[in-house]
């Protein structure tokens, strides 16, 4: 079955092609379709606008993920600002924000939205773990460098792709998308 991502991220675009072929789901990228993200404080409400707006224009069955970094010393700061803060302030930059500061837990949020006609579904997941002191690892991409996820003594940007898989909020939201599919029994004929 064939689902499309609206996305120009590379990065998050190999996390999903490979947690939804888990499902059979062969995941198709596409970056010519605008989102048009709104302003909003839940990230599953910028995600469904999102989905919604790229579905007029392509008309095919797709899902947006919308995702932010949660970092609890800065009451949830960047949280849906994550994108522009990432641009600004970077790694760094956050990592001067907390300067001196003892609380360093985190937590990254990722709203997946499905449109399938007839269904239009939204799945939310979080992975929870601290900021680092400095920035660690080349892999991944945005905050990986800082975000050391529970358990764990590496960053995200230390790990491979499979290994981030098996913990990170984007691919614990799309295996509930991929669980809903299969409970759903969407196959090919919908997609
Ligand atoms: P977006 O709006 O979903 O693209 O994400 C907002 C920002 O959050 C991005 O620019 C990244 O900096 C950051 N971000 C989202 N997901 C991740 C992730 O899996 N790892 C690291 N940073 C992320």
Known sequence: MKLYFATSNRHK????????SEYGVE???????????????SLADIALNAARTAYLR????LIVEDAGLYIEALKGFPGPYSS????????????????????????FESAV???IPPYEEVFV????????????????????????PRGEARTFAEMGVEE??????????LRMLGEWLRSRKIKRAQL
């Open 84 to 107: 522009y803060v990432y641009k600004t302030l970077g790694c760094r930059g956050i990592l001067r924000l907390l300067e001196d500061e003892e609380r360093r837990e985190a937590y």
């Open 13 to 20: 675009y190999e996390e999903a092609r490979r947690v939804l």
């Open 164 to 173: 981030k898989n098996r913990l990170s909020h984007r691919a614990r939201a």
């Open 27 to 41: 995941l198709v990228q596409l970056t010519s379709v605008p989102k048009l993200e709104i302003q909003g404080e």
């Open 58 to 61: 392509l008309g095919e069955p």
């Open 125 to 148: 997941a979080r992975v929870h773990g601290v900021i680092a002191a400095e920035p660690r690892g080349e892999g991944g991409f945005g905050f990986d460098p800082i975000f050391i």
């Open 113 to 115: 939205a499905a449109i």
